[in-house]
């Protein structure tokens, strides 16, 4: 098993910065890759970002060149840099854990919530 514990969520204003954590614990070793989701009232879960064991990212188009995942293998933490923040960028953040062999997200946090106020 693996638990995802989300921080880092707040109320910031258009075109500041907010980075989020999400710490990882139990069978770290056993993880593939780590995304991050968001979901805003009356929306869908949207995919956000995906860092990879080996290193690879992917984003969203709508987050490309403003948020920037990173990672601390040492801490098992992931990190969700958030740059030139919207309004439409408020939602509540979850990170999200695949395991290797399973192709798809297992293991999800609990979320941390970002409003962005214009």
């Known amino acids: 098993q693996v638990q995802l514990v989300e921080s880092g969520g707040g109320l910031v204003q258009a075109g500041g910065s907010l980075r989020l954590s999400c710490a990882a614990s139990?069978?770290?070793?056993?993880?593939?890759?780590m995304g991050w989701f968001r979901q805003a009232p009356g929306t869908e879960r949207e995919f956000v970002g995906i860092?990879?064991?080996?290193?690879?990212?992917d984003y969203a188009d709508s987050v490309k060149g403003r948020f920037t995942i990173s990672r601390d293998n040492a801490k098992d933490t992931v990190y969700l840099q958030m740059d030139s923040l919207k309004p439409e960028d408020t939602a509540v953040y979850y990170c999200?854990?695949?395991?290797?062999?399973?192709?798809?997200?297992?293991?999800w946090g609990q979320g941390t919530q970002v409003t962005v106020s214009s």
């Open positions: 999200a854990a695949i395991r290797y062999g399973s192709g798809r997200y297992e293991y």
């Open positions: 139990g069978r770290t070793f056993d993880l593939y890759a």
């Open positions: 860092s990879r064991k080996g290193g690879s990212t």
